[in-house]
């Protein structure tokens, strides 16, 4: 695993080398920020309730947007054949690439700290859900990466890779909606409801922290970074 | 230090590489000739583990390229075609990524980096974006990254390409200083290239090998025949110390002056034929005098031409190309 920590450092600065870094940043903030506040004073409700249950649909948009370059560009510009013939290991690779985004997502998160400044200061919300909220942000942020990183992986365009990330992700985040577990067969339901990402989400931003939620998001990031190496390799 | 048997690699239903085996041994340098699409990058691809072989094996410093994956990159420094770089990257910090990976200890890092930016001529270049750098000095920023982590083996392909003269001058010398102690292959299209810096070479068509040997066998096998341009004036103004075959010609261009060079020509020593290119300017005539591989009959025709009193405009030596000795190669197997 040595070599993750160049290959993360790497990815992480060229979000940085190119303005494209703070051009994310400030649409991600100025957006997510003026949904929650174009509420929050009509509401009159010292919660940030309303503010995490946006995040899911700003991600749909900002998180392929963050992983679409990831591989797509390497298969792009040739780098590709550079990164497999140094000694580095697939899972190595994998692993930078996908730590680098999440640092990417963590900071863009973070700088969202003047939400809940402003709401202890005008009210008093409730510590625990602001955390859950921020750890439930983190966690579905992070399934959106795995997701968006591996089909990255899969093209050496970087607008297909942007919009067939957003689909597959939009598809995976719905699977538990109520008007999806309608419309399936019964023995379905709970199978979809579980796998869906919105419900274990849901349940997380409240405040209520389950390790079966947990479990979940993990199982998910595991999940499509092992994909994500399998199709590393079978380009071989 | 490399040896490969019988690896074949197909996409689809083409065949990039067809059960080709060969040898390197330690201190040599190879070269790999072949038009566009002979299957020279793939199989460099393989013995540098970027691509896996569907069949055969091929080791490289002892390790098998499929097995042994991590063990070959280690010791081998790639060029890929064309020197795919990170752009966004500069100079400096991409050969710094590249030495972290390459497992290169951290207080020996800087003074390695600055060696290879003297060794490539980097110097002008260091702080600036590798997207901004011209072709020539992309190619050596890739250079540098192959040659950072002192390998045993560089696998270099088409390393000279979208540099100038000098500096291909420069690189072909570096690759020959290089190739001294380690093993060297890269791939060409441009014959003297290989004879520059190539202590052997393997000539590749349509996936298989149609050749191989030093420069000299290939050049002697293909029963190699050199070309000489010759443009004469046999009329030439006022030239009296008279050649018998022409006195009296007509001073432009007539079929009857022609001939009479033809035959001298073809009377010398080694001349195999001699052929009259139809464009003529200024009552000057060309002509193309084919030589058996070796001989040097510049001086010959010079000594003719001043014997017949004929004025000499032109007087060049021309190898045969990779491309002619290619074609012969491979029109001969089928």
Same mark, same amino acid.
Not at chain 1, 139 to 145: R, S, V
Not at chain 1, 174 to 192: C, K, R, S, T
Not at chain 2, 127 to 144: D, F, P, T, W
Not at chain 2, 146 to 158: F, K, M, N, V
């Given at each position: 695993m040595r070599n993750t920590v160049p290959i993360m450092k790497r990815e992480f600065s060229s979000y940085f080398n190119a303005p494209i870094a703070f051009v994310y940043l400030t649409?991600?903030?100025?957006?997510?920020?003026?949904?929650?506040?174009?509420?929050?004073?009509?509401?009159?409700?010292?919660?940030?309730?309303? !503010?995490?249950?946006l995040i899911p649909w700003i991600f749909l948009l900002f998180i392929p947007a963050i992983t679409m370059r990831l591989w797509a560009e390497e298969r792009k510009v040739g780098t590709m054949e550079l990164l497999m013939t140094l000694p580095v290991t697939d899972t190595e690779a994998v692993l930078g690439k996908f730590l680098a985004? !999440?640092?990417?997502?963590? *900071?863009?998160?973070?700088?969202?700290?003047?939400?809940?400044?402003?709401?202890s200061i005008l009210g008093d919300p409730d510590p625990g859900q602001i955390v859950g909220g921020y750890l439930g942000c983190v966690?579905?942020?992070?399934?959106?990466?795995s997701i968006g990183l591996f089909?990255?992986?899969?093209?050496?365009?970087?607008? *297909?890779?942007?919009?067939?990330?957003?689909?597959?992700?939009?598809?995976?985040?719905?699977?538990?909606?109520?008007?999806?577990?309608?419309?399936?067969?019964?023995?379905?339901?709970?199978? !979809?409801? !579980?796998?869906g990402l919105g419900g274990h989400f849901d349940s997380i931003s409240r405040g209520v922290i389950d390790s079966r939620d947990l479990i979940y998001y993990f199982s998910v990031i595991g999940l499509f970074l092992y994909l994500n190496v399998k199709a590393i390799e079978a380009r071989r | 230090?490399?040896?490969? #048997?019988?690896?074949?690699?197909?996409?689809?239903?083409?065949?990039?590489?067809?059960?080709?085996?060969?040898?390197?041994?330690?201190?040599?340098?190879?070269?790999?000739? $072949?038009?566009? +699409?002979?299957?020279?990058?793939?199989?460099?691809?393989?013995?540098?583990?970027?691509?896996?072989?569907?069949? $055969?094996?091929?080791?490289?410093?002892?390790?098998?390229?499929?097995?042994?994956?991590?063990?070959?990159?280690?010791?081998?420094?790639?060029?890929?075609?064309?020197?795919?770089?990170?752009?966004?990257?500069?100079?400096?910090?991409?050969?710094?990524?590249?030495?972290?990976? #390459?497992?290169?200890?951290?207080?020996?890092? +800087?003074?390695?980096?600055?060696?290879?930016?003297?060794?490539?001529g980097l110097s002008s270049v260091v702080? #600036?974006? /590798?997207?901004?750098?011209?072709?020539?000095?992309?190619?050596?920023?890739?250079?540098?990254q192959?040659?950072?982590?002192?390998?045993?083996?560089? /696998?270099?392909?088409?390393?000279?390409?979208?540099?100038?003269?000098?500096q291909i001058i420069e690189?072909?010398?570096? /690759?020959?200083?290089?190739?001294?102690?380690?093993?060297? /292959?890269?791939?060409?299209?441009?014959?003297?290239?290989?004879?520059?810096?190539?202590?052997?070479?393997?000539?590749?068509?349509? $996936?298989?090998?149609?050749?191989?040997?030093?420069?000299?066998?290939?050049?002697?096998?293909?029963? +190699?025949e050199d070309l000489i341009h010759v443009s004469i004036r046999t009329g030439g103004g006022g030239a009296e110390g008279g050649g018998p075959a022409k006195s009296g010609g007509p001073a432009e261009g007539g079929g009857a002056q022609g001939t009479g060079v033809e035959d001298a020509l073809s009377s010398l020593a080694g001349v195999t034929s001699v052929e009259r290119k139809a464009e003529a300017s200024g009552g000057y005539s060309k002509y193309i005098v084919k030589v058996s591989n070796g001989a040097d009959l510049a001086e010959a025709i010079f000594r003719v031409a001043i014997d017949r009193g004929w004025t000499l405009n032109e007087l060049k030596r021309e190898t045969l190309s990779l491309e002619d000795i290619f074609l012969k190669l491979t029109t001969r197997e089928t």
């Open positions: 649409v991600f903030l100025g957006l997510s920020s003026w949904l929650y506040l174009k509420g929050f004073f009509l509401v009159n409700e010292a919660s940030m309730r309303s !503010f995490f249950s985004s !999440f640092v990417f997502l963590v *900071v863009s998160l973070a700088l969202t700290f003047l939400l809940p400044l402003m709401v966690l579905i942020g992070a399934a959106y990466l089909i990255s992986s899969l093209t050496e365009n970087q607008i *297909v890779a942007f919009i067939v990330s957003v689909v597959a992700i939009f598809v995976f985040y719905i699977l538990g909606a109520d008007f999806v577990l309608f419309g399936i067969p019964d023995w379905l339901v709970p199978v !979809f409801s !579980f796998a | 230090m490399i040896s490969v #048997r019988g690896i074949s690699k197909t996409f689809g239903s083409t065949v990039a590489v067809d059960n080709i085996s060969f040898d390197v041994n330690k201190g040599e340098v190879l070269g790999f000739l $072949g038009p566009n +699409g002979a299957g020279k990058t793939t199989t460099m691809r393989m013995l540098t583990c970027y691509l896996s072989p569907d069949n $055969g094996t091929a080791t490289v410093a002892g390790f098998d390229v499929f097995e042994d994956s991590l063990e070959v990159r280690k010791r081998v420094g790639y060029l890929p075609e064309s020197a795919p770089l990170y752009l966004d990257m500069d100079v400096v910090s991409y050969l710094r990524f590249i030495a972290d990976i #390459r497992g290169i200890p951290r207080d020996l890092t +800087g003074e390695r980096i600055r060696r290879m930016v003297d060794t490539c702080g #600036r974006n /590798i997207g901004e750098l011209s072709k020539g000095y992309k190619q050596r920023v890739g250079l540098a192959t040659l950072i982590h002192d390998p045993e083996i560089l /696998i270099l392909d088409e390393p000279t390409t979208g540099l100038d003269p000098s690189i072909r010398e570096l /690759i020959k200083e290089i190739g001294r102690e380690r093993t060297v /292959i890269l791939s060409t299209h441009i014959l003297p290239e290989v004879e520059a810096t190539c202590s052997r070479v393997l000539i590749i068509n349509e $996936g298989v090998i149609v050749a191989s040997g030093t420069p000299e066998e290939l050049h002697a096998a293909v029963g +190699g």
